[in-house]
């Protein structure tokens, strides 16, 4: 495990809420992997503003204070009444060929979630969807001051408030349904009231970017019930919520302070630690049997690490890794169990040599027509650490081969042959 340990030193300091940049000691494989998830967190925030930054962090203090502990209701409402600020400026549903008419939107929302289905059908609602915006007709984009409570008529005036109620017609039975079935804190009678409450919270709320402010939110929320359930952090059941460590790292990644760990260097870190974590005794007990096998007297070994052994010779010449081959033989792994046979199946199969792994492209070319040949393929010559369902990842593959015959590439044009450098590659 790689381990990052460096003595505290302030580097910079941050704005208004003074968050400063650290380099932090870590001392257990727990402080690690706090950090480099910290740093993942910090890239869900691509607005490098100080205000968004600050946003974003006091959200996360927020929620996992269990300041924004809000029942689903009180949440949706509020997010909506936020994103209508955007819609105003960017577009209704962040889409700008659609210029948002707030009052006309929001008592739509309330008239259907109310059952009016008179206004605007349904089928009348998807064809007004439909249909494409008028060229050449500019609409002045309205943010509604509140949000209505009660059943109103609305004039459809122009296309756009059309194309505005169309859209409540079609989200708001969504959202009514998914509260009243995913809110067990809001009693069923005040879902619709606790709602436009929210929506109207929304309305004034300052955000400077909504997915910073409701991004940390969600974010602290959900590290304070992984503490308070005593759940494991990431994926990781032995790993604890270390938050003073974690949040330095969304401070660091932030403001792209990579003195301990790159945000690039974190994921690869959890990434070896996942891996290691579910196949790292699978890996150890490969490459033991690796270097037994190596010391055996049969077994001969390339300078890239490619054990073989050879069963039969065969006449005639040896396959170039451009050539095609046809072959039968069967795949194993080091516990017996086969993976793949081409003896099964009844039939050799034929392949380009330079289109498989890269432990069958270089023994191939060992073998002339006629041999057979036992192949031990260590991981890094085969899958790695790709995980390919009946082999997993760093699995040592031993393969029994038989030639059949080669099947000579075709000479290729002079302007094609600049490069003959033939470029391995594995294929899954």
Not at 41 to 68: H, M, P, R, W
Not at 222 to 242: P, S, V, Y
Not at 263 to 292: C, H, I, P, T, V
Not at 369 to 388: D, S
């Amino acid at each position: 495990m790689k381990k990052f340990s460096i003595l505290i030193l302030v580097a910079a300091l941050m704005a208004s809420c003074g968050y400063k940049t650290k380099t932090i000691t870590l001392e257990t494989e727990a402080d690690s992997v706090n950090y480099a998830l910290g740093l993942y967190y910090a890239s869900f925030v691509t607005d490098s503003s100080e205000e968004v930054i600050d946003e974003f962090l006091d959200a996360i203090k927020a929620g996992y204070k269990g300041d924004f502990d809000l029942a689903p209701t009180e949440m949706m409402g509020l997010n909506l009444g936020v994103s209508c600020q955007s819609f105003a400026t960017e577009g209704l549903m962040k889409q700008p060929q659609f210029t948002f008419s707030g009052e006309v939107f929001l008592q739509a929302v309330v008239n259907t979630w109310l059952g009016d289905t008179t206004t605007l059908p349904m089928a009348q609602a998807q064809q007004v969807l439909q249909s494409e915006p008028q060229e050449g007709v500019e609409f002045e984009a309205v943010l509604p001051k509140k949000c209505p409570k009660e059943l109103a008529k609305v004039d459809l005036k122009n296309q756009m408030d059309s194309i505005n109620y169309a859209f409540a017609v079609l989200y708001a039975p969504r959202w009514k349904e998914m509260l009243e079935e995913a809110d067990t804190i809001t009693p069923k009678e005040q879902i619709f009231d606790v709602f436009v409450e929210s929506v109207n919270k929304g309305l004034k709320l300052k955000v400077h970017d909504e997915n910073a402010y409701f991004g940390g939110r969600q974010l602290g929320n959900m590290l304070r019930q992984t503490e308070e359930e005593d759940e494991g952090l990431g994926g990781f059941d032995d790993i604890k919520l270390n938050f003073d460590i974690l949040f330095q790292g969304v401070i660091n990644g932030l403001n792209d302070y990579d003195e301990m760990m790159s945000k690039d260097e974190a994921m690869q870190y959890l990434q070896e630690l996942s891996m290691n974590r579910q196949f790292g005794e699978w890996k150890k007990q490969n490459e033991q049997w690796l270097a037994d096998n190596q010391k055996k007297d049969s077994i001969q070994t390339t300078a890239s690490g490619l054990q073989y052994k050879v069963i039969r010779e065969g006449q005639g010449d040896k396959p170039a890794a451009i050539d095609t081959v046809e072959v039968d033989y069967e795949g194993r792994l080091i516990n017996d169990t086969i993976f793949d046979s081409s003896y099964q199946r009844g039939k050799p199969i034929q392949f380009a040599l330079n289109g498989v792994i890269a432990g069958w492209t270089e023994g191939l070319q060992l073998m002339s027509p006629g041999a057979k040949y036992i192949f031990y393929v260590p991981q890094e010559l085969a899958y790695g650490e790709r995980n390919m369902g009946n082999i997993q990842p760093f699995s040592t593959l031993i393969f029994t081969v038989e030639l059949k015959r080669v099947i000579k590439a075709k000479p290729q044009p002079e302007a094609a042959q600049e490069n003959p450098d033939v470029q391995l590659q594995m294929l899954n």
